[in-house]
């Protein structure tokens, strides 16, 4: 596609604009390849731990090293990292039912969960936790932030086995939480109730700052591996970090009872996994960076933008919002048209199974639906806002953005 004299002018203006932002995010971004680097160091990673394995994989020191690896990363005291995750939803159900127990009641202190995560947790029989006899309560944010009060009260009143925070917004007009907001809430709750188990959805939010949820006292951490962890190479799987206690609950809930982690193998090799997470930092940034830009233009453009391209961002998603469902339409697919794979596709809304909404993704990517490499998704809803993530490099969503100026100007 050629592009006008108009649009460069555009991008470029934008980019000046964030010249010392970008600053800032590569002080980020070398932070965490330092954590990162020594992590593979003291933990000895060899050409061995790359190596596939096959059956029942015992003694796979390579998922066994893998798993050490991001429980030094994120300074948890242990982690289960597997390919036989399906998804974020599978390793966020995986940990719920770890931990909750039948007559258990559990709360989320950020309002509705993420779409695909509510049937998990109230949906009627299809063994969902509900089906499970597990409670389930709620309570709004308040002007976008933790509402602590609300906290107190509810638990004043009740006794919760798990408190459960979704860090970033899902399909909703917010900013993603901070790990500092997160910390404080942690510590509110602890204050009332040590004994409730802390469990933070970390999708989307991994090295967008130095610390992560379990430097702040989160007792689980869970997210997927075709998100930032992976760094655009993983294929598939994900993770779930922290105290022993809890983990290795979750691991009899991931395998079985009475074998845990002892086994699980992947006869395609662990290199992509190790690779992927120690590209992870400057993968996550750079596509930062590149959400960045994006809103930077579009906030010139007169469009409103979740978060302000110069705030610290506590997530890889860039929201926009749009006056019409057909803008909306036609910039999810200029995303599309802007991708390395399927860019002769026309993505439409459809019904995707667990949204409650028609949806349009565009997701051209090498691995399917990460969300690391640059989509676009919405519900076809007021307001209509895109949710753009991703970008394994600042150049491509760059001219994507381009593509999408070309398609609406």
Request: charged fraction near 20%.
């Amino acid at each position: 596609m050629d592009f006008s004299e108009k649009i460069y002018d555009i991008v470029n203006n934008a980019e000046i604009k964030l010249t010392q932002h970008f600053k800032n995010l590569d002080k980020i971004a070398f932070l965490n390849q330092k954590k990162v680097l020594e992590a593979f160091q003291s933990n000895n990673v060899a050409s061995r731990h790359m190596s596939q394995t096959s059956g029942y994989g015992y003694d796979d020191i390579g998922r066994d090293t893998l798993c050490s690896l991001f429980a030094d990363i994120f300074h948890a005291e242990k982690a289960i990292v597997s390919p036989l995750i399906a998804s974020g939803t599978h390793a966020l159900t995986v940990a719920l039912f770890g931990v909750l127990r039948p007559n258990d009641k559990m709360i989320c202190i950020t309002g509705a969960p993420y779409d695909t995560l509510r049937s998990v947790i109230g949906g009627d029989n299809i063994g969902s936790l509900k089906d499970f006899g597990v409670g389930y309560d709620q309570i709004e944010l308040s002007n976008e932030k933790i509402d602590l009060n609300a906290i107190s009260d509810k638990f004043s009143k009740e006794k919760y086995k798990l408190a459960f925070i979704g860090r970033s917004r899902g399909y909703e007009w917010r900013d993603a939480l901070s790990v500092e907001q997160i910390g404080e809430a942690i510590k509110h709750i602890k204050s009332i109730d040590k004994d409730t188990v802390i469990m933070v959805d970390n999708c989307y939010g991994e090295f967008m700052d130095t610390i992560e949820p379990t430097d702040v006292g989160a007792d689980l951490m869970v997210g997927s591996l075709i998100k930032n962890p992976g760094g655009g190479i993983a294929p598939t799987g994900g993770y779930i970090a922290g105290n022993t206690e809890w983990v290795d609950q979750v691991a009899y809930r991931l395998i079985a009872p009475s074998i845990g982690m002892e086994v699980g193998s992947y006869a395609a090799g662990y290199m992509q996994f190790y690779q992927g997470i120690f590209l992870a930092p400057t993968t996550a940034i750079n596509a930062v960076k590149g959400s960045a830009l994006m809103g930077q233009v579009f906030e010139d453009l007169g469009y409103q933008v979740m978060p302000s391209p110069t705030d610290n961002c506590n997530d890889i998603i860039r929201s926009i919002k749009f006056d019409t469902a057909d803008q909306l339409i036609r910039f999810i697919q200029s995303i599309q048209k802007a991708s390395p794979v399927d860019s002769n596709v026309l993505p439409i809304p459809w019904s995707m199974p667990g949204y409650d909404n028609e949806v349009i993704m565009a997701a051209g990517t090498f691995v399917q639906g990460a969300s690391i490499e640059l989509s676009a998704d919405s519900p076809i809803r007021e307001p209509y806002i895109a949710y753009v993530q991703g970008g394994l490099t600042y150049e491509h969503v760059k001219l994507a953005t381009m593509y999408c100026l070309a398609d609406l100007l």
